[in-house]
C-alpha cells in the first residue's frame, strides 16, 4: 500500500493533497528520531552551563568565579571578555539584548557567563560556585507594574484608525468600557533549546542547532564571532517543537556554543536544564486590554477605541511585530465603522517575550472576542448572533475595510459558522444547556461558537521569500533541500509532495534532507504560518525548470511537440511511446542535461507602510469555527470541556491528515493557553512556574470528551498559493476561544445571563470560582 494514497474521503490521487504520513512519524513513535541530543558527539566534546542572575535588576558590583574555574573537570568559564566580536544578539538590530551580561542585569535568571566542562553535570555543578556582589536597582515583572513606574517602551507603539472614532463613539447609542488581562504561555516544547558547535579550519564553524531560523543563527553567530557569514554554517534536521520559541532565542544558545568551539578548538554541546530553559528563553506576550465600544440597541457595533499594553520583558526581541499584529487581528472577524486601535508594548524586568503560535494575533483576537461578548451581554442576546450581525460583509457591502485599511475579499466566515452551526446542533444545545441551569445548584454548562479569520504573511515583507534546491541524480531519484524547517508539523512531508507531484514519481523517490545555511542561502524564519506556502512555491520552481528542461529534451531527442510529452504516474509518454522516469532521466544525463536548480519565490501583492498603518500586509485569510461545550462547578471552579466540533478552513489541503492533526493540536494548545497554563513572578522578579510541577499544560484528559474535527472541503484559495491550499499552523490556535467563552457563559448564568463576567485569561479553577463569587454577591 505504500505506492497508494488516499486523500480522507478515501479517493485515490496523486502524492499532493494526499493524505501520507509524517515522513518521520514511525521514528517519532519508536524513539528512533534523530535529535541533535542523540546525534553521535565528536571526540573530545565539552559541555556548557549557564551562570545566571539571581536579581531581577541590579548592578553588577564585582564577579568572583575563582571557585567556578577550580571544580572539577571546569576546562573554561566564558564572559562577555571572551567574545571576539558583538556581545549582542538582539533580533532587530536594536543592540539592547546582551548575550552576556556584563555591568548590570535586567532579569532574575539573565545569564552572565558560561561554564565549559567535560561533562554536562560538572558544568552545571560548577556554575553553582560563582560569587557576585549586586546593587539592587527598582524592578517590576507586570503591566501595572510597568505603567505604575512609567516603564519605557522597548519598540515604538503603532496605531491603526480608521473613520471618526472620536466623534462617534459619542454618538453611539450605546457605551461601554472595560479592561481585560490576558496571560502569557511557555512554549514548552519537548526537546529543550540545544547546539552543537564543531569548529573548523580558519574562521570556519559548523553549528547544529534546534532552531525554526538557521539564517538568524548563522548571523548572530558571525556577529558574536566577527567573521563572515559565509565561515558559518548551520543545520536543523529536526526540532522536537518550536511553536515560535525557537525563532529567535535558539541563537543564544548557538552563539555560546560557537564561541567556546572556536576558542577551545574542540566540539561544544549546550543543553540547558528545563528549569533553566524556562527562566532564560521568553514566553507568549501577556497583555491588558482597555476598551471604550460604541453600539446601538440591536448590538452593531458603531465605533471601538483599545489600548493594547503588553508585557515585553527586557529587550525588544519581536515584541515590535507581535504588538503590531496583535492591533491587526482586534478586529477578530467584525466589521468597525470608526475605530482607533494603540499597542504600547511595555519595558519589564522579566526575560524577553518573544514569538508564540499566532504572534500576536490570538491575544488581539480574545480581545475582540470580549468586545462581541460585552455587547452580547449588554443588549441581551445569544453572543453567536451578535456575531453574525458584525461579521465583516461581502464585497460591494460597504463593510469590507479592516482598520489597516485592507480589503476583506475572501469572506468566507458567513458560511463556515452557519455550517458549523448546523452540524454541532448548537442552538437545541444552547436551549437545552439553559434549562439544566435553570434547574442545576452547583453543576452549570456553557455553549460559544466563535469565529477565526487570521491574516497570512509576515508582516515584514522582506521575511516573504524562500528558496529551494532540487537534484535528480541519473537514478531518478531525487534530493530536495529548502529553508523551511520540520518542528513536527509536517512541512517537510508537504513539500516533499509538492515536487514528487511535480515529477509524477511515488514520494519515496524523495530524500528529505536537514535544512542547511550552505545549501540554501538568505532564508526566513518558519514562523507566520508560512512555511508551506514560501518552501513549497520555491521547491515547485525548482522542480518546474527541471520539468522543463526533460520535456525540452524529450521533444528534441524523440521530434515530438511539447504537447507529446506528458508525466504520469512513474513514467512518463513521449508521443506514441513510454519510458519509466528512471530511463527518461538517465537519457537526459548522457545528452548533458541539467539537472539540478535553485528554486525561488516571493509573496505577490503585499504591501506595508507602518506609519500610516495603511496597507495590505496579508495574502490571504484564513477561516475556521469552534463550538465548545463546557461544565463547571459552581462550589471550587473546576470545570470539563465536554464537546468541542470544529470547521476548519485550510483551501485545498496539501495533506488532509497532518492538516487535521494540526486543528487538534493547536486547538488544545490554544486551550490550555486559556485555561491552565499561567505564569507567575514572585515579589523577587523570579518565575516560580519554571517547570512541569509548577506549570500545567494540558493533559490527554484534558481534551473534549467528544471533539470532532472536520476541515471544509469545499473551500480552495483564492490566490495562487501552493495547490490552493492555506496555512494551517496558526490560524486553528484561536478555535481555543471557544472554550473561554463557553466557561463565560456558564458562570454568567448565575446572574441569568444579564451580566458580562468578564473572566481574565487563563480562566485557572480559581478565576472561575471568583467571577462565580462576584456575582452571586451582586
Known amino acids: 500500500m505504500d505506492n497508494t494514497t488516499f486523500e480522507a474521503k478515501g479517493t485515490i490521487t496523486g502524492p499532493m493533497h494526499a493524505s501520507l504520513k509524517h515522513d518521520s512519524a514511525h521514528k517519532h513513535v519508536t524513539g528512533s528520531a534523530e535529535y ?102 527598582p524592578h517590576w515583572t507586570d503591566i501595572d507594574g510597568a505603567l505604575e513606574n512609567g516603564a519605557p517602551l522597548v519598540v515604538s507603539p503603532m496605531t491603526l484608525k480608521r473613520g471618526e472614532p472620536e466623534t462617534e463613539m459619542g454618538n453611539a447609542p450605546r457605551r461601554l468600557t472595560g479592561q481585560m488581562y490576558i496571560g502569557g504561555q511557555e512554549h514548552f516544547y519537548l526537546e529543550s533549546q540545544i547546539a552543537l558547535a564543531i569548529p573548523g579550519e580558519d574562521e570556519d564553524v559548523t553549528v547544529w542547532s534546534s532552531t525554526q531560523h538557521p539564517t538568524e543563527v548563522q548571523h548572530m553567530v558571525a556577529h558574536v564571532l566577527a567573521c563572515a557569514s559565509h565561515a558559518v554554517t548551520v543545520n536543523t534536521r529536526r526540532m522536537g517543537g518550536g511553536f515560535g520559541g525557537k525563532e529567535t532565542q535558539g541563537a543564544h544558545f548557538a552563539c555560546l556554543a560557537a564561541v567556546a568551539a572556536k576558542k577551545l578548538n574542540r566540539a561544544v554541546k549546550f543543553r540547558p536544564d528545563r528549569d533553566e530553559d524556562m527562566m532564560v528563553t521568553g514566553k507568549r506576550h501577556d497583555f491588558r486590554v482597555d476598551y471604550e465600544l460604541g453600539f446601538d440597541d440591536e448590538g452593531r457595533i458603531h465605533a471601538v477605541d483599545a489600548t493594547f499594553a503588553a508585557r515585553c520583558g527586557f529587550s525588544s526581541d519581536l515584541s515590535g511585530p507581535v504588538t503590531d499584529r496583535a492591533l491587526f487581528h482586534a478586529d477578530s472577524s467584525y466589521f468597525y465603522p470608526h475605530v482607533h486601535l494603540t499597542s504600547k508594548p511595555l519595558k519589564t524586568h522579566t526575560c524577553s517575550n518573544t514569538a508564540f503560535r499566532g504572534f500576536g494575533g490570538p491575544q488581539g483576537m480574545v480581545g475582540g472576542e470580549r468586545f462581541i461578548e460585552e455587547i452580547a451581554y449588554a443588549v441581551g442576546k445569544d453572543p453567536l448572533d451578535i456575531r453574525k450581525l458584525n461579521f465583516y460583509g461581502e464585497p460591494g457591502s460597504g463593510r469590507t475595510l479592516t482598520p489597516y485599511h485592507q480589503e476583506v475579499e475572501d469572506n468566507i466566515l458567513l458560511r463556515l459558522v452557519e455550517e458549523l452551526e448546523t452540524s454541532s446542533d448548537y442552538r437545541a444545545r444552547r436551549q437545552a444547556i439553559m434549562e439544566f441551569n435553570a434547574n442545576s445548584p452547583v453543576i452549570r454548562k456553557g455553549i460559544a461558537l466563535t469565529p477565526v479569520k487570521f491574516g497570512i504573511s509576515f508582516t515584514m515583507t522582506a521575511f516573504n521569500q524562500a528558496g529551494a534546491l532540487v537534484h535528480v541524480y541519473s537514478d531518478g531519484s531525487i534530493h530536495l533541500n529548502h529553508g523551511g524547517t520540520e518542528m513536527g508539523q509536517g512541512l517537510y512531508t508537504k513539500v516533499a509532495q509538492v515536487v514528487a507531484d511535480t515529477f509524477q514519481v511515488d514520494i519515496e523517490r524523495v530524500k528529505i534532507t536537514a535544512t542547511s545555511t550552505g545549501k540554501v542561502p538568505n532564508t526566513s524564519a518558519t514562523a507566520a504560518s508560512s512555511g508551506s506556502d514560501l518552501n513549497g512555491m520555491a521547491a515547485y520552481d525548482a522542480a518546474r525548470q527541471i520539468k522543463e528542461r526533460l520535456i525540452e529534451f524529450a521533444c528534441r531527442k524523440w521530434q515530438v511537440a511539447a504537447s507529446d510529452v506528458e508525466f504520469l504516474p512513474n513514467r512518463v509518454r513521449v508521443g506514441t511511446d513510454t519510458l519509466t522516469f528512471d530511463a527518461l532521466v538517465k537519457a537526459a544525463y548522457f545528452d548533458r542535461v541539467q539537472l539540478s536548480a535553485a528554486g525561488f519565490y516571493k509573496t505577490p501583492k503585499i504591501h506595508w507602510d507602518r506609519a500610516a498603518g495603511r496597507g495590505r500586509p496579508f495574502y490571504y485569510f484564513a477561516y475556521g469555527a469552534a463550538c465548545s461545550e463546557v461544565s463547571i462547578d459552581t462550589l471550587t471552579g473546576e470545570y470539563l470541556v465536554d464537546r468541542t466540533d470544529i470547521l476548519h478552513d485550510v483551501g485545498r489541503s496539501l495533506n488532509p491528515v497532518i492538516d487535521i492533526g494540526q486543528v487538534e493540536g493547536a486547538f488544545v494548545q490554544g486551550m490550555g493557553w486559556l485555561t491552565t497554563e499561567e505564569l507567575w513572578w514572585d515579589g523577587k522578579g523570579r518565575l516560580r512556574t519554571h517547570a ?87
Not at 571544580?71 to 571572551?82: M, R
Not at 543592540?95 to 561533562?119: C, M, N, R, S, Y
Not at 496555512?727 to 445571563?753: H, K, Q, W
Request: contains cysteine; charged residues 25%.
Open 36 to 137: 541533535i541530543d542523540d546525534m553521535p558527539e565528536p571526540a573530545g566534546t565539552l559541555h556548557a552551563a549557564l551562570g545566571l542572575s539571581e536579581r531581577a535588576h541590579a548592578d553588577i558590583l564585582a564577579i568572583d568565579l575563582s571557585a567556578v574555574k577550580a571544580a572539577p573537570g571546569v576546562v573554561a568559564v566564558i564572559t562577555a571578555d571572551d567574545i571576539p566580536g558583538v556581545n549582542d544578539v538582539s533580533s532587530n538590530g536594536s543592540h539592547d539584548e546582551p548575550l552576556l551580561a556584563t555591568t548590570k542585569v535586567e532579569f532574575h535568571g539573565q545569564p552572565i557567563f558560561v561554564v565549559i566542562g567535560e561533562t554536562r553535570d560538572q558544568a552545571r555543578r560548577a556554575a553553582r560556585l560563582a560569587r557576585i556582589d549586586y546593587r539592587d536597582l
Open 692 to 778: 512541569p510541577s509548577t506549570y500545567k499544560i494540558p493533559l490527554a484528559s484534558d481534551r473534549p470528551k467528544i471533539f470532532n474535527v472536520k476541515l471544509a472541503e469545499w473551500s480552495e484559495n483564492r490566490e495562487q498559493t501552493i495547490g490552493r491550499s492555506k496555512a494551517v499552523g496558526e490560524p486553528p490556535f484561536m478555535l481555543g476561544i471557544s472554550v473561554l467563552e463557553a466557561l463565560s457563559m456558564a458562570v454568567a448564568s448565575i446572574a441569568d445571563y444579564t451580566v458580562c463576567p468578564r473572566l481574565d485569561a487563563p480562566a485557572t479553577p480559581e478565576r472561575v470560582l471568583m467571577a462565580v463569587e462576584r456575582l452571586k454577591a451582586m
